[in-house]
């Protein structure tokens, strides 16, 4: 079992919107897929149709420190015509966010243990058989939550927006956030590394010199740092996906569908190759290759 926590310091910055597409194209390329909404403001729990809700969720998994089918939902996705199939060995499950805003950074602020109480949870056997793949997104403000969701993964995932003020807020942000959970490691617990994605793209100059300087700038932080080469553009197909509660590989499986695989395949190389029904044909798999040679013939050169 894989988990990735998709984290920022700064909210609205897209990690709701990049968590659902993200969870429903692994589904769909046939990975068990568990979401977890750490967030008390629950953008991820609304975003999808819920076909059977759990009579418990996120409060719950995090007092227990464990995960149980009663506090596992399921999403309901439906395929909007005949033109392609859900791939059947693949599950989008989720824990739905149940919490008032303060009440579990309260709970958790009396604990000794807060910082591994979403970790422990996610680690139990019953989750490592169900689930190949566990995805947290989190909230934007620092806190304990946001803490405690940050050591339960293997790598986590940062949207950045290539801006100058939210270049220089990650920057801070992140180094902030990377100290602060580093005496983590004097119980046994390393701070995961973290990736970083370029996100909403803008077509203009100023965007692409400024993506620039980020990935020149984490070049000397690659130990904890790494900027990845997949890049998301600035793009409608997100909010219409959005709208209609849809995954938007399958809204725009030509653009939006070969942005959203390139992730994938970097994230977990293992499924690099490996295309969703509704995008075969349309993406050109071994551009990707050459990409990725191209890239580790820069790493070596830097």
């Known amino acids: 079992m894989i988990g990735i926590t998709v984290v920022s310091t700064k909210g609205g910055v897209g990690k709701t919107t990049l968590s659902a597409n993200l969870g429903a194209l692994l589904a769909d390329l046939g990975v068990r897929v ?12 609304r975003y999808y149709p819920i076909s059977q809700r759990a009579e418990f969720g996120l409060s719950e998994i995090i007092k227990r420190g464990a995960i149980t089918p009663d506090c596992i939902s399921h999403i309901d996705l439906k395929v909007p015509d ?11 499950d989720i824990v739905l966010a149940n919490a008032p805003e303060g009440t579990l950074q309260d709970w958790l602020a009396q604990r000794i243990d807060r910082a591994i109480r979403i970790r422990k949870a996610v680690r139990s056997p019953y989750i490592d058989e169900a689930y190949d793949v566990v995805l947290i997104d989190t909230q934007g403000a ?17 949207p950045i927006s290539p801006d100058i003020l939210s ?19 004097d119980m046994g617990i390393s701070v995961p590394p973290m990736k970083a994605l370029i996100y909403r793209m803008e077509r ?15 070049v000397n932080l690659r130990a904890r740092v790494d900027v990845l080469d997949a890049t998301v553009p600035h793009a409608v197909a997100y909010k219409q996906a959005a709208t209609a509660q849809l995954p ?10 070969a942005t959203m695989h390139q992730l ?6 293992s499924l690099a190759g490996s295309v969703a029904a509704c995008c075969e044909g349309l993406i050109d798999v071994t551009q990707f290759a050459n990409d990725l040679d191209d890239a580790d013939g820069r790493d070596r050169h830097e």
């Open 264 to 269: 994938v395949w970097e994230l977990i190389p």
């Open 167 to 185: 270049a220089r807020e990650f920057t801070s942000g992140t180094l902030e956030l990377l100290k602060r959970l580093e005496p983590s490691a």
């Open 34 to 45: 568990l979401l977890i909404d750490a967030d008390v403001q629950p953008s991820l729990t």
């Open 82 to 92: 005949d033109s392609f199939a859900l791939n059947p060995d693949g599950c989008l």
């Open 142 to 158: 620092v806190g304990h939550l946001q803490d405690a969701a940050v050591l339960a993964a293997d790598v986590l995932l940062s």
């Open 204 to 218: 203009t100059r100023d965007s692409r010199d400024i993506a620039q300087s980020i990935r020149r700038e984490y």
């Open 248 to 257: 938007v590989h399958w809204l725009d499986p030509t653009k939006a569908g």
